[in-house]
């Protein structure tokens, strides 16, 4: 097994190739066919075709909460907060962008009218984020108050659109902040075709946490220390999983976020909890054997996750035929399809 570096996961990315809005329809992005030899140019509402009767597609229904919100310090200073999750009735974690940060207690005027006192760090003294008690419910006054976290890469303010294309349909446990983007391509129209091939459906949650942004900032993969994220794998979901092996039928994750989930899993016998994994080449995946993801930023863990998946040389040159067509990159982008294939 080769050794990798983060300069093994870089690649040329042409600007414009980086999807500002969504596809006017959510199935008519266009889907690159990778699990062959040879790279196939399909439009997304073509993947019941693609599956099997008897296949377990399995969705993240975790819900994008506007969690980015604006107020300001006693001094008048500006502060922006990106809420990476409620851990209490009033209570949040948070990213605190602002020019010099308030001492603790400090209660903070927020756009809206709430306040928000800060606690102190998290998840320790040195942690990287804030503890926050809110003047109400965290959940409530995000969605009357704030912002639809959108993506750094995406340039423009976020409008009404963003609000409900940048959420999948099927979205119903609240908590992240960014969304599982692989499946934003699925209508009502691909879900209903899928459930007439025979296609069975199950879901997981894991709430997707700004750190799914976070650079790697070593050369050592090895070194990087993932962000943590919670996740669930529902008993329903677990006897779907049963089901589907004993049937012969194929694993289908829709997204990375729906892989960590389903890995960690299976790696630490846990339905649920926080997760911490970095999935590079050389893993040894144990419950999913096909994959439909989006298009993913360069030396990025999820570039190495996808490595991982379907071999680095196959990735790396499924990428370049994407770049090659025109296909368009990250969150609003188009997506593969891919198959299992571990490398010694």
């Not at 890469?153 to 960014?178: C, L, M, W």
């Not at 299976?266 to 298009?295: H, W």
Request: glycine residues 8%.
């Amino acid at each position: 097994m080769r050794e990798f570096t983060l300069v093994d996961f870089d690649f040329a990315l042409p600007p414009e190739l980086i999807a500002q809005h969504p596809a006017a329809e959510r199935s008519a992005s266009r889907l690159l066919d990778g699990r062959g030899e040879t790279p196939v140019d399909r439009i997304f509402r073509e993947l019941p075709g693609l599956l099997a009767p008897g296949d377990l597609l399995v969705f993240n229904d975790t819900q994008v909460v506007k969690a980015r919100l604006f107020g300001e310090k006693p001094t008048g200073g500006k502060l922006e907060l990106l809420v990476e999750r409620v851990i209490g009735p009033h209570e949040v974690v948070a990213h605190m962008k602002v020019s010099k940060k308030p001492p603790v207690g400090t209660v903070l005027a927020m756009a809206g009218g709430f306040t928000a006192t800060l606690l102190g760090r998290w998840p320790d003294e040195d942690g990287p984020l804030f503890r926050f008690a809110f003047s109400g419910d965290p959940y409530t006054l995000m969605e009357q108050h704030g912002h639809v976290p959108l993506p750094p890469y995406i340039e423009h303010e976020d409008t009404a659109e963003d609000a409900s294309r940048y959420q999948t349909v099927f979205a119903k446990n609240p908590g992240a902040v960014a969304a599982p983007t692989a499946a934003l391509h699925f209508d009502e129209g691909v879900l209903a075709a899928l459930a007439d091939r025979g296609v069975q459906r199950a879901s997981v949650t894991l709430h997707v946490g700004a750190g799914t942004f976070q650079p790697v900032k070593v050369d050592n993969i090895a070194e990087h220390r993932m962000h943590s994220e919670w996740y669930q794998v529902p008993e329903a979901t677990q006897a779907a999983i049963a089901a589907a092996r004993a049937r012969g039928g194929r694993v289908v994750a829709v997204g990375t976020t729906t892989v960590r989930t389903l890995e960690s899993w299976a790696k630490t016998g846990l339905a649920s909890g926080d997760t911490d994994i970095f999935i590079t080449p050389g893993f040894r995946f144990q419950v999913v054997d096909r994959l439909i993801t989006n298009f993913h930023l360069p030396k990025s863990t999820l570039m190495m996750l996808v490595s991982a998946f379907a071999g680095y040389g196959p990735i790396m040159a499924l990428y370049r035929h994407a770049i090659a067509h025109r296909y368009r990159f990250f969150s609003y982008g188009d997506c593969m399809l891919l198959a299992r294939r571990e490398e010694d």
